[in-house]
C-alpha cells in the first residue's frame, strides 16, 4: 500500500467515525433533521430487536420523535467500533460495514432510569456529500429498568 493509499483509508475512517457520532448525538438531541441527512435517500434503520419500528430513515425519524417524547434526558454512547471498509485492490472503495457496541442510558419523564445495551450494524455508502447511511439496524441485547 502507498502513503496515499493510507493517508485516504485514514481519512475515510474518520469521516466514518465523525458520521456515527453524528448520529448518536442527533438521537440524543432530537434533532430529526440531522438524524434524517446522515442517511442516504433511500435509507432505512431497524429498531424491531429494541421493541420498535423499520423503515424508511424519515419515518424512523418521526417514530423516534414520538416515542422519545417520554424521554426528556438522552445520553448515547457508541464504542468498540469496527470497520471494514470495502477493498479494491489495495484501494478504499465506497462501501463500508461498522458494528460497534452501544450503551443508552436515559432519564424518563417519570423520573425512573432505564439503561439499554447491544449492538448497531450500519451500512455506509460514500456519496458525493460524503459518507452516509444505508442501512442501520439495531441489536438491542440488554434492558435495565422499566419495561
Do not use: K
Request: charged share 30%; aromatic share 8%; net charge negative.
Amino acid at each position: 500500500m502507498t502513503q496515499r493509499v493510507d493517508l485516504s483509508t485514514v481519512m475515510d475512517r474518520l469521516a466514518i467515525d465523525d458520521l456515527v457520532t453524528g448520529y448518536a448525538v442527533a438521537v440524543d438531541d432530537g434533532d430529526w433533521g440531522a438524524f434524517r441527512a446522515l442517511f442516504t435517500d433511500d435509507g432505512r434503520a431497524d429498531y424491531r430487536s429494541a421493541g420498535g419500528a423499520e423503515g424508511p430513515a424519515a419515518e424512523i425519524a418521526r417514530w423516534l420523535a414520538d416515542t422519545l417524547t417520554d424521554v426528556p434526558v438522552r445520553q448515547h454512547l457508541i464504542a468498540n467500533r469496527r470497520v471494514d471498509i470495502e477493498d479494491l485492490g489495495g484501494y478504499p472503495g465506497d462501501r463500508a460495514e461498522l458494528r460497534a457496541d452501544y450503551v443508552s442510558p436515559m432519564r424518563l419523564a417519570a423520573g425512573t432510569d432505564l439503561v439499554t445495551g447491544g449492538r448497531y450494524h450500519f451500512t455506509l455508502v460514500r456519496t458525493g456529500s460524503g459518507w452516509r447511511v444505508s442501512a442501520v439496524v439495531v441489536e438491542e441485547r440488554w434492558r435495565r429498568g422499566p419495561a
